[in-house]
Nanobody, 118 residues
Framework: QVSLVESGGGLVQAGASLRLSCTLS????????MGWFRQPPGEDRKFVGG????????LVKEPLRGRFTISRDEDKNTVYLQMVNLKPEDTAIYYCAGDPDGEGYKYWGQGTQVTVSS
């Protein structure tokens, strides 16, 4: 059974940094494309960025690029979302997702709350 567990969220002040972790169980992350999404209060869930199976391709959507970075540790079967210079508008529930076959994200974590105070 495949599962994803996020961690690392919390309440921080504007300008702080956080690193979210997402650990995949049940299949190797080296064979799974991974994505990060976020859902601000009262809004739909939106794509933040993703990493290809081979990790040779990583994308963070504008205007987050430059503040957010995606990386992974294959030994830990974990993908990370590093966030710096956080802003109140980054407040959201952050989710990671896994795409096992190039046909869409089939696996989802439970989400981790990030709250940025001004």
């Amino acid at each position: 059974q495949v599962s994803l567990v996020e961690s690392g969220g919390g309440l921080v002040q504007a300008g702080a940094s956080l690193r979210l972790s997402c650990t995949l169980s049940g299949r190797p992350i080296s064979n799974t494309a991974m994505g990060w999404f976020r859902q601000p209060p009262g809004e739909d869930r939106k794509f933040v960025g993703g990493m290809s199976r081979s990790a040779t391709y990583s994308l963070v959507k504008e205007p987050l690029r430059g503040r957010f970075t995606i990386s992974r540790d294959e030994d830990k079967n974990t993908v990370y979302l590093q966030m710096v210079n956080l802003k109140p508008e980054d407040t959201a529930i952050y989710y990671c997702a896994g795409d096992p076959d190039g046909e869409g994200y089939k696996y989802w974590g439970q989400g981790t709350q990030v709250t940025v105070s001004s």
